[in-house]
């Protein structure tokens, strides 16, 4: 992580000393307006921090496993938190199942602003500075709670390979 770290702030210095204003790179991330359908997610809400999404999503997959519930997507994160607060967030832990069972509930279809991540983690402070700004400057309000699908899994990818899509549901 602190490889990445260093890499990363030596990139925003060769930036900043070719002139080039140091968010220039927000431009390049691509944003999409879509229609999502609804999702029927097992999910586990609380206020915790970042180092508890991993446990979560492991119980998650091991009541998946015990029910014999069909995963029917990718594990994802809800944030219903209003402001980010590193030490603790109201975040909904999910992953979609074909199974309505005690504990699921659904994630209604909705008109959102999308962006994909392909690298670490970290780097989603970007897209979702980016995300807000496009929201604004084409005349969207958020309306709920934004949120993460993880298409890759971080056991198994480096970080620069990760695929992350964020979207954040909108309204005019």
Request: glycine share 6%.
């Amino acid at each position: 992580a602190y490889q990445h770290t260093l890499q990363r702030m030596q990139q925003d210095i060769d930036i900043i000393e070719r002139g080039i204003p140091i968010m220039a790179y927000l431009d390049q991330i691509e944003v999409q307006l879509v229609e999502t359908k609804p999702m029927n997610l097992l999910s586990i809400r609380k206020v915790i921090t970042p180092e508890e999404y991993t446990p979560i999503i492991n119980s998650l997959m091991d009541r998946i496993g015990r029910e014999g519930l069909t995963p029917a997507g990718a594990p994802m994160t809800l944030y219903h938190s209003q402001e980010y607060n590193p030490t603790a967030n109201d975040t909904e832990i999910a992953i979609p199942v074909k199974e309505v069972v005690t504990g699921t509930r659904t994630l209604p279809g909705q008109l959102c602003a999308k962006s994909t991540l392909t690298g670490p983690y970290p780097e989603l402070r970007g897209v979702y500075a980016r995300l807000q700004s496009w929201i604004e400057e084409n005349g969207y309000t958020v309306c709920d709670a934004a949120y993460e699908i993880y298409v890759g899994d971080p056991r198994l990818e480096e970080p620069e390979a990760l695929v992350t899509e964020v979207y954040v549901p909108v309204k005019k």
